[in-house]
């Protein structure tokens, strides 16, 4: 199968999928669709079924009813050894992926098993562990890592072969603000590329405002409840919210702000003046708010 | 059966995993023969016949199950007719009864004492009612942990869901590597959390005899890989 498969078109199509587990948690009747070149987000509480959805998407799971298509194909149909060629699966626990005895060999690994040739490898791991930060620790054994190190030893393993596709369950677990944004500029340098399709799954909604572009996909509990791009969900606050996903802190403020100045009460955009009158007749409010 | 030490009954177990996991079904059924025989042999007879009999309801009324859920799902009762379905079930019965045994074979004849005595050698905190509930649970956490392992290095290309048998046996246990690297991990983890919570405050423990190793326990583990590879070399043969 060429690698270059699935740099156009429809790179992910759920068609009524269903699926359930025998403990009794089970998704329904999820449709949609990610094109080629999309970066999307799979956002949903802990427990909604996002980490079955990547798994229904890599093929590793197969639907009870319904199809999954992976490039155009169906995911029954596949082999896994197969769909390694031209996709990147970076599971939830870096662990779980851990096999080879130094981190080099562990980020060479699937670029290895599909037959790339020894100089295109060794080329590729050190430029992905460059943009990744990690050129410092191949020769190390990678389950001496630190969890952060680990995530990026992880993904880098992910995308040494090029995949058309990468899908990443958790990316930014157990990273704080800091350490996201750091994320989002490793991400934007080694993961998306021109034409690649990226998937990710998070309930962290932080990342809707570091990625404003991406295609949103909202799971709860097991049921699609919105699908669409972030500039249509923003505007509905109270989806995240029945969601059990508090929003944003900025777009809660600005949200709040709004309310408290009656911005959008009339259906219009207040002139400068009345905004500075209110403001002046809140300033009490607005005061407590920021000192505290 | 009891003579057997511990370490040779968790070598028939994890065998039993691996060959459910990929061996086709005439491994399948020799497999099943010698553990049968194997537990006949070595266990008082009523003892054996209660646990195949256990082991036999809940597979048959799985199966059952299954056929019925089929017939439901599709609204045609000729699907008990395609022959891949019910071959499916039949398949998927053997597999289970075959762990069924191997499990209940390690911890019918086995006695606690000595399960947890393995575990204490592997610096696991003692406590052992509470540590032997534990071990038990950990054997499902253990099986969740092959199967995520196993599918992720499947779909990062190593070869274990396609190519010849041998290659599939060779890979699947490799596998063994990373689950070990990440249950040793997992054990850390716990009995730190134990010591927290107190567990283990008391002192060591010595124990009142041994299991020795002896030539039984060498020659079931030899019979394994042959019982495995033998009949699937024997009809190559003969083909
Ligand atoms: N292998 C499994 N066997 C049985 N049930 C499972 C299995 N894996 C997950 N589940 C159940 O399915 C449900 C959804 O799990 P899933 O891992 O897809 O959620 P998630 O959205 O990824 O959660 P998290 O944010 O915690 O990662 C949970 O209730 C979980 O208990
Ligand atoms: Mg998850």
Known sequence: MPRDLCRAGDAIVFNDVSFSYSNGFALSDLSFTIRSGELALIMGPNGSGKTTVLKLMAGILKPSSGDVYLCGINTKRVKLSEVAKYVGYVPQNPWMAFFNNTVFNEIAYVARNIGLSKEEYEARVLEVSTWLNIAHLLQRSPHSLSEGEARRVSIAAAVTHDPSIVLLDEPTAGLDYLNKVDYVNIVQKAVLRRGRTVVMSSHDIDLLTLFPEAKVILLNNGRLSFNGYIRDLLSRAHLLLSNKLLPPAAIALSTYLNELLGIGAEGREPSVEELIERTVLRKDVIGELICS | ?239
């Open chain 2, 1 to 239: 059966m009891y003579r057997l030490h511990p370490v040779t009954k968790v070598v028939i177990v994890i065998a039993s995993i691996i060959v459910a996991s990929i061996c086709p079904l005439v491994c399948l059924i020799a497999f099943l023969t010698f553990v049968a025989s194997l537990s006949a042999v070595g266990m008082e007879f009523a003892k054996f016949l209660r646990i195949m009999r256990s082991a036999l309801t809940i597979i048959l009324v799985l199966a059952l199950f299954t056929l019925l859920y089929g017939v439901l799902s599709t609204h045609s009762p000729r699907i008990i007719l395609e022959a891949s379905f019910t071959q499916g079930v039949i398949i998927g019965s053997i597999k289970l009864l075959k762990l069924m045994l191997s499990f209940a074979v390690l911890f019918s004849t086995t006695r606690p004492q000595s399960i947890v005595r393995m575990l204490s050698k592997l610096r696991v905190p003692y406590k052992y009612t509470y540590i032997l509930v534990l071990a038990i649970r950990y054997m499902s956490i253990l099986m969740s942990d092959f199967q995520e392992i196993y599918d992720v290095q499947a779909i990062r290309g190593l070869r274990i869901d396609s190519g010849s048998t041998l290659m599939r046996i060779r890979n699947t246990l490799s596998l063994f590597i990373p689950l070990i690297v990440a249950s040793t991990d997992r054990l850390n983890d716990m009995s730190i959390v134990l010591e927290v919570k107190g567990f283990g405050l008391s002192k060591h423990r010595s124990y009142a005899f041994v299991e020795k190793v002896n030539l039984m326990d060498i020659v079931v583990i030899a019979l394994i890989p042959l019982v495995v590879i033998g009949p699937h070399l024997a009809l190559n043969l003969v083909k």
